[in-house]
């Protein structure tokens, strides 16, 4: 292998490397969708099954999204990876349920005169606070993550911020931990928001149920999604955060306070990780202060997938991943256990044939 | 006369910016060849097109003959092209001996095997290396000050060992980047006459980068001009600084003419 | 005072108060008391709340820090009794009133009969009234204030003595460490023989504490030796040649369970000799680590810490997982490992493994030494400096980083093995993503690419939480800051590696140098 290498190197060196890609990749391919209509042909699952499949991925997928766009964001920015970044989602997780937990024990007498809990007297209310509370409580988090740990590390070799994040990260998880205890929580939701009830759809002779929770989070997320890109394509804010990251100190010259832009980075990215936190409480119920690791790599994969600094790569990145992690184990036949080993080797794929993802542009050469 | 290095056509592009816009360029054995231009001209992006730091999109770079873009920078090196950069890139935690050591590395034969057994061989060639890394320093005129880290050696010696590290390498071909630049004019000329002792003592072939004009108007051999990506100008350099369209490059629109107008009043007011 | 003096006082203030109420939060109040306590001699009974007096030692401490730091504020400023005081007393106010509203809060919510638990687990009604000193409210949080003032003016004074003083304490130490010199460290440092009676005493330990010890110790120590295998590894990944692994116990799963399968009995009957699994289970992680490291080598750094960190759970997730349970035993783990054997007689005794590892431990000493003084060790540091720049000096990046991911995951795999034959037993709970991360915080804590640096860290993240086992739910947490606090005010570790000084004298007659001819073995 090295000596092929070797001789290769010599004489066509791009060419060769690439063409052997390029082959192997497609033998992926084959080999997949050989493997892929092998299932299919035994049709195992009916169509009701591939729906609610894709359903459930495209939500999840939705909340991932949210969760990748802060990674991008951030390394688009910086050039390094906010491995806390879970953490700062389960930061908001928690914030949503304080505000749900406490409306919930809050009793009004509603229109008929009945005791009732604020939560189901007012629910649009309580819903809005939620989200407001694990949005602003995620992203002054995602401020101060900035402030005391990345901060005082500009400048220095790429190995050091990453490895404060990953202490940051520890740090958070485990006060988390300690402050709330290792037990799972359950999200009470307004009786509107029920977990488990929704739409039901007749399909291939079952019921197929949309839920009301699946259908908010993705609708949420939607407008979450387009309300970022306006706001990085046509603010002010947006321009001088494009320009931070094309070039830290041309922006500088240009009057843009550098810091700033950057702390603001992390705020609006805190807040999405925020909202992904709450909607994945609302949406999945159980949680604890372990809640936003997997959901974090995953999200940090998918940012890689859609190319890493690239807003809408990290949208369709997520989409992607949600769908491939809920209908992929079903399409190869393989156990659902090993979801996240999917996932995984996705994230492995994609850097071994397509470094720069879906959407990215090739990678940057270093300027000497 | 042989050529060492040969660019025929280069070109490179980032994004919609062409930063090196076909440039032909043929220098001979044992010559200093200077590039000069204004800043962002494509200057050091066409060194890193030499140096396999980049692959032009178009166009060839021969070395002795042999097509080498798209080679890897470390087989670049062991070819016998070597750099410095210019903005000193050392490695700050090593010491400057280690930094000379380092530019040994394509030339040792030992592994890591030996290396952990200690063979004879392994030492010896070991030993090898830290004299002449040592011989090196001396060279360049940094005797005795081997074992400080880089990062704490002053500016112009951090320029001198990027010049020993280079050198380190066997270089058939040595690119400088600026090796002047920040130095004050006595240091400029110190480091004008060594680079021509380099070429003289070790008959190395040298391509300048260099801004400051006393230095490429006493030393090259020949001097290429490059604005905007183009290659506008070559010749000695009577020829160069003779050329209207390198002034312009330099000042800008109308001062050929301005300058050919003041030389023109001078001589007549004689 | 000016505003931006007090503005620092209120801030370092604020910083202490959040701190306070953050270690009251999460129950480190109680913990560190009960420690001090301990200290000091009184024991403490299990679930009994410790006495208030090592409370408020606790609080003072933090309170004369809070002082300190608040009245130096600028090192190149002469401190004053005026400036010192309105600065303390400011900063002891600020954090004072922030403890004040949050014990106001739990108190009165405490007193309501709110179960505080169901939100905040630690804070059980006893550790509410803890915090207020077993008074009522009122006096409770008029004694957090009034002391926590106190104490800052305390500290502030004590900054302005050593201030005053410190001129004397610089004067006695110099006048101290030159006696020392000239007297008996200068005459020890020459001395080559000082370093062998070193190593030998150090031997002579190495050999009589196993047998001395006992059970539990061999234990503990058998812990942080193979932790000490893994640093050395990982620090030749990371610490040498500057590429982040976040899965590295992926390697340590693969030395374990080819060991473990190849000589239990179970699941696959295959009783091979104790060594030659041994090797095989290093050669196998070895390989694993190339395998690894050959799709990504041409990838930036932080794509490796990812890669591998996804590499790392894949592997677990698989041990544990149905798909692989005849071939792993599953989520259940391979029973009856064999132990070491030599000339058919069984070294099973925790004094035999701890030997075992020790001569494991020392041989990858020697190794690390090795390669990290050779010319492999330069080109790693040349590479963990400025890759893009080592390359273009001729360094072949990528056989270097593949070599140091190959050998580290080499270590990895003899430390695996060692683990799963000392326990006779390796599930995949024993490979768990905190393997990787404490390896990883220790060679960083230690000092990144000290191998002095590793054993010290292995000590201090390894042994001491097996000591302070009060401390033990507390030690990530404390991981975490320690990794960034570390990054912001030492990266270069505890014990951070030296270089050496190689330079040789050249003759001072300007000989020319004939490079080409002469360098190197180019012919
Ligand atoms: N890696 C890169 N990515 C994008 N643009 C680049 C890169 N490297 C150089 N450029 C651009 O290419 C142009 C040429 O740059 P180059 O560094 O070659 O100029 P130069 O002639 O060396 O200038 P100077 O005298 O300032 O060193 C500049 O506009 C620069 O911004
Ligand atoms: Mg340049």
């Known amino acids: 292998m090295e000596a092929l290498r070797k001789k290769f190197s010599l004489t066509l060196p791009q060419n060769s490397i690439r063409i052997i890609r390029i082959i192997a990749a497609l033998l992926l391919l084959a080999l997949i969708i050989v493997r892929a209509m092998d299932v299919a042909a035994k049709s195992q699952f009916g169509a009701d099954t591939w729906l609610r499949l894709s359903v459930s991925g495209l939500i999840i997928g939705g909340m991932y999204a949210l969760i990748a766009i802060g990674y991008t964001l951030v390394y688009g920015i910086l050039f390094m990876i906010n491995f806390a970044h879970g953490e700062v989602m389960m930061i908001g997780t928690f914030g949503g349920y304080f505000v749900f937990e406490a409306f919930n024990a809050i009793q009004v007498s509603g229109a008929d005169g009945n005791q009732l809990s604020f939560l189901n007297a007012y629910p649009v209310i309580a819903i809005l606070l939620a989200f407001l509370a694990g949005m602003t409580i995620a992203a002054l988090s995602g401020l101060f993550l900035e402030k005391f740990a990345y901060r005082p590390l500009r400048g220095a070799p790429r190995l050091v911020p990453l490895i404060s994040a990953i202490g940051a990260s520890i740090f958070l998880q485990n006060a988390g931990q300690l402050l709330f205890g290792p037990q799972r929580r359950q999200y009470i939701n307004p009786v509107v928001l029920d977990r488990g009830i929704g739409w039901n759809l007749e399909v291939a002779g079952s019921t197929v149920v949309l839920t009301y929770t699946g259908i908010f989070s993705l609708i949420l997320s939607a407008i979450l999604m387009v309300g970022l890109y306006l706001l990085v394509q046509r603010t002010k804010l947006g321009r001088a955060m494009r320009a931070v990251a094309q070039d830290k100190k041309t922006a500088a010259l240009m009057g843009i306070n550098v810091d700033q832009i950057i702390s603001r980075t992390f705020v609006i990215s805190g807040a999405l990780a925020?909202?992904?936190g709450v909607m994945w409480g609302i949406h999945n119920g159980l949680f604890n202060y372990y809640v936003g690791f997997l959901p974090g790599?995953?999200?940090?994969?998918?940012?890689?997938?859609?190319?890493?600094?690239?807003?809408?790569?990290?949208?369709?990145?997520?989409?992607f991943l949600g769908i491939v992690e809920s209908v992929g184990p079903a399409v190869l036949g393989i156990d659902f256990q090993l979801k996240d080993v999917l996932a995984f080797t996705i994230l492995i794929l994609v850097l071994i044939f397509r470094p720069s993802g879906i959407l990215g542009e090739a990678l940057t050469e270093e300027k000497v | 006369m042989k050529t060492v290095l040969e660019a025929r056509q280069v070109s490179k592009i980032f994004g919609g910016l062409v930063a090196v816009n076909k440039v032909d360029l043929v220098v001979p054995e044992g010559s200093i060849a200077s590039i000069i231009g204004p800043n962002g001209a494509g200057k050091t992006t066409l060194f890193n097109c030499i140096s396999g730091f980049y692959t032009p999109e178009l166009g060839d770079v021969l070395f002795n003959g042999r097509k080498i873009q798209g080679m890897l920078t470390d087989k670049v090196a062991a070819m016998g092209i070597a750099r410095t950069y210019q903005n000193i890139r050392l490695f700050k935690s090593m010491t400057a001996v280690e930094n000379v050591m380092v530019g040994f590395e394509p030339h040792l034969k030992h592994g890591w095997i030996t290396a952990m057994i200690k063979t004879p061989g392994y030492v010896k060639e070991q030993k090898h290396i830290v004299n002449e890394a040592s011989r090196l320093l001396h060279y360049v005129g940094l005797a005795g000050l081997g074992d400080n880290l880089a990062l704490n050696l002053p500016y112009g010696a951090q320029r001198r060992l990027e010049i020993a590290r280079a050198l380190a390498n066997q270089p058939k071909l040595l690119l400088l980047d600026e090796p002047t630049a920040g130095m004050n004019p006595q240091e400029t000329d110190v480091m004008k006459d060594f680079i021509r002792q380099i070429r003289d003592d070790l008959g190395i072939t040298i391509i300048l980068i260099e801004h400051d004009m006393r230095v490429v108007m006493n030393i090259s051999d020949q001097i290429s001009v490059l604005d905007y990506g183009q290659k506008i100008a070559e010749g000695n350099p009577k020829e160069i600084q003779a050329n209207p369209r390198v002034i312009e490059a330099y000042l800008g629109p109308g001062a050929a003419a301005l300058s050919e107008k003041y030389r023109r009043e001078k001589t007549h007011d004689a | 005072m000016n505003k931006q003096s007090i503005q620092k006082s209120a801030a370092s203030g604020m910083v202490f108060g959040i701190i306070v109420i953050f270690f009251a939060l999460i129950g480190f109040t109680v913990v560190i008391s009960g420690l001090i306590q301990k200290a000091l001699g009184q024991s403490l009974g299990v679930g009994q709340m410790p006495s208030t007096s090592s409370f408020l030692i606790f609080l003072g401490l933090l309170g004369i820090w809070n002082g300190w730091r608040a009245s130096r504020q600028d090192k190149h400023e002469t401190l004053n009794t005026k400036k010192v005081l309105g600065r303390s007393t400011i900063a002891g106010l600020v954090a004072g009133v922030l403890v004040m509203v949050y014990a106001l809060i739990v108190g009165v919510l405490d007193n309501r009969g709110i179960n505080l638990r169901t939100y905040l687990s630690q804070l059980s009604s006893e550790s509410v009234r803890f915090f207020l000193f077993n008074q009522t409210i009122v006096v409770g949080i008029l004694i957090h204030v009034f002391y926590s003032t106190l104490m800052a003016v305390v500290g502030g004074f004590l900054a302005l003595a050593?201030?005053?003083?410190r001129e004397r304490v610089k004067s006695t130490r110099e006048s101290?460490?030159?006696?020392?010199?000239?007297?008996?460290?200068?005459?020890?440092q020459g001395n080559p023989y000082v370093s062998y009676v070193l190593m030998g005493v150090v031997l002579l330990l190495l050999v009589l504490l196993p047998r001395t010890w006992g059970a539990y110790w061999n234990y503990v120590m058998g812990t942080v030796g193979i932790y000490v295998l893994l640093g050395l590894g990982l620090n030749i990944i990371v610490g040498f040649s500057g590429q982040l692994v976040l899965g590295y116990v992926a390697f340590f799963a693969i030395g374990a369970y080819t060991f473990a399968l190849t000589t239990s009995p179970e699941p696959h009957n295959l009783v091979w000799n104790f060594w030659i699994a041994l090797g095989v289970a290093v050669l196998a992680a070895a390989l694993s680590g190339i395998l690894i490291g050959l799709p990504i080598m041409r990838l930036r750094?932080?794509?490796l810490a990812i890669v591998t960190l996804g590499f790392g759970e894949i592997?677990?997730?698989?041990?544990?997982?149905?798909?692989?349970?005849?071939?792993?035993?599953?989520?259940?783990?391979?029973?009856?490992?064999?132990?070491?054997?030599?000339?058919?007689?069984?070294?099973?005794?925790?004094?035999?493994?701890?030997y075992l590892i020790i001569l494991a431990v020392l041989l990858s000493i020697f190794l690390a030494r090795r390669w990290q003084e050779s010319s492999i060790g330069r080109a790693w540091l040349a590479i963990s400096q400025d890759e893009t720049v080592a390359q273009a000096t001729g360094v072949n990046t990528q056989k270097y980083k593949l070599l140091a991911l190959s050998l580290g995951a080499a270590f990895a795999g003899l430390g695996g093995a060692l683990f799963a034959s000392r326990n006779q037993f390796t599930g995949p709970e024993d490979h768990a993503l905190m393997v990787s991360i404490n390896v990883l915080v220790l060679v960083i804590v230690g000092g990144m690419g000290s191998i002095p640096g590793v054993i010290l860290g292995a000590f201090t993240l390894k042994g001491l939480p097996e000591i302070l086992r009060e401390v033990e739910n507390y030690r990530l947490l404390v991981f975490g800051a320690l990794?960034?606090?570390?990054?912001?005010?030492?990266?270069?570790?505890l014990w951070p590696a030296r270089r050496p000084k190689l330079e040789v004298p050249v003759g001072q007659d300007n000989e020319p140098v004939h490079l080409p001819a002469t360098v190197g073995g180019e012919k």
């Open chain 1, 274 to 276: 925020g909202a992904a």
């Open chain 1, 297 to 319: 790599i995953k999200a940090f994969t998918a940012a890689v997938l859609g190319g890493i600094g690239n807003i809408p790569g990290a949208m369709l990145g997520g989409m």
């Open chain 3, 162 to 165: 050593s201030e005053r003083s």
């Open chain 3, 176 to 188: 101290i460490q030159k006696w020392s010199q000239d007297h008996w460290l200068g005459k020890l």
């Open chain 3, 301 to 303: 750094g932080d794509y």
């Open chain 3, 315 to 354: 592997i677990r997730i698989l041990l544990r997982s149905d798909i692989l349970k005849d071939f792993t035993m599953g989520p259940r783990g391979v029973r009856n490992i064999a132990g070491p054997t030599l000339f058919g007689r069984s070294f099973t005794t925790d004094v035999d493994f701890m």
């Open chain 3, 483 to 493: 990794l960034v606090v570390m990054m912001i005010i030492r990266p270069e570790g």
